[in-house]
């Protein structure tokens, strides 16, 4: 039996951490090295990096700290990639087949796209057919406006032209191996993700199902796996304020009996 996956994201903003609110507010951590470090040691299953810059500024302004700055955002990964060992899937800025190349050549095992495929369609089925559909997974944000389920893209600013049903339905058929399906509405409000969605995705999607959006307790990742057949659930905030937060998820998840990795440390000998 495969295992249920926890999955950290590491939201990038400007070259700083950072946490989000509702896709629009943006409270900064600071550096994002020391906390992949972490997460990388708490043998976290995966990791996903989103690139969230709205320029191209990264330039953090701060000489005081002991990382230096990245003048993009594949140098901060370069830097990453030396310290994260578990699979790597990158999100962010990705336009075509080259920077899908690029990513890969940096370190990624797969890439994360959101709005490229709403302007060509074609590149869902060109990155499947050229690195394999594991390598590729699409990110769909969504909106509950009244009764329906309403899809954002370009960082949750442009309503799509899709309905939910009818994009997933596309995104699969292209050749997609995963979706990431992220609730705006519960971004980062500790409330728990939203059931109904991720049951309506579960059952249309089938290709394996990421969740994430809400999650504010280790109760939450336990609703989402009793209710439904997701392979894995993402989070990011609940993971920036302890230590040893995804050993500590790990470790909840495994007493309760769910089926994922038995939480360890692995420990990393700096050169």
């Given at each position: 039996m495969l295992k249920k996956r926890?999955?950290?994201?590491?939201?990038?903003?400007?070259?700083l951490l950072v946490q989000s609110k509702n896709f629009q507010f943006h409270q900064q951590l600071g550096?994002?090295?020391?906390?992949?470090?972490?997460?990388?040691?708490?043998?976290?299953?995966e990791i996903i990096y989103l690139d969230i810059t709205r320029d191209n500024n990264y330039y953090t302004?701060?000489?005081?700290?002991?990382?230096?700055?990245?003048?993009?955002?594949?140098?901060?990964?370069?830097?990453l990639a030396k310290i994260t060992f578990m699979p790597i899937t990158l999100g962010g800025k990705i336009k075509?087949?080259?920077?899908?190349?690029?990513?890969?050549k940096y370190g990624a095992d797969?890439?994360?796209?959101?709005?490229?495929?709403?302007?060509?369609?074609k590149i869902i089925y060109q990155i499947a057919k050229e690195f394999g559909s594991q390598a590729l997974v699409i990110s769909v944000d969504v909106r509950l406006i009244g009764n329906e389920y309403v899809i954002f893209h370009e960082n949750g600013n442009l309503k799509s032209k899709y309905k939910l049903k009818e994009w997933l339905k596309?995104?699969?058929?292209?050749?997609a191996g995963e979706v990431l399906i992220k609730s705006m509405d519960r971004d980062g409000q500790k409330r728990g993700q939203d059931l109904n969605l991720i049951k309506i995705v579960d059952k249309e999607c089938k290709i394996?199902?990421?969740t994430a959006g809400g999650t504010g307790k280790w109760e939450d990742f336990c609703e989402v796996f009793n209710e439904t057949n997701v392979s894995a659930v993402a989070a990011s905030n609940i993971f920036h304020h302890s230590d040893q937060s995804m050993y500590d998820a790990k470790k909840y998840l495994y007493k309760k009996k769910f089926s994922v990795r038995k939480p360890e440390l692995i420990s990393i000998i700096k050169k």
């Open positions: 926890l999955i950290p994201i590491i939201l990038i903003k400007n070259g550096h994002p090295i020391e906390t992949v470090r972490r997460l990388s040691e708490w043998c976290s299953d302004g701060r000489e005081d700290h002991k990382y230096k700055n990245f003048d993009s955002f594949l140098s901060i990964i370069k830097e075509n087949l080259y920077d899908v190349e690029q990513r890969f797969k890439v994360c796209l959101n709005s490229a495929p709403y302007k060509d369609l596309i995104i699969r058929d292209n050749g394996p199902v990421i």
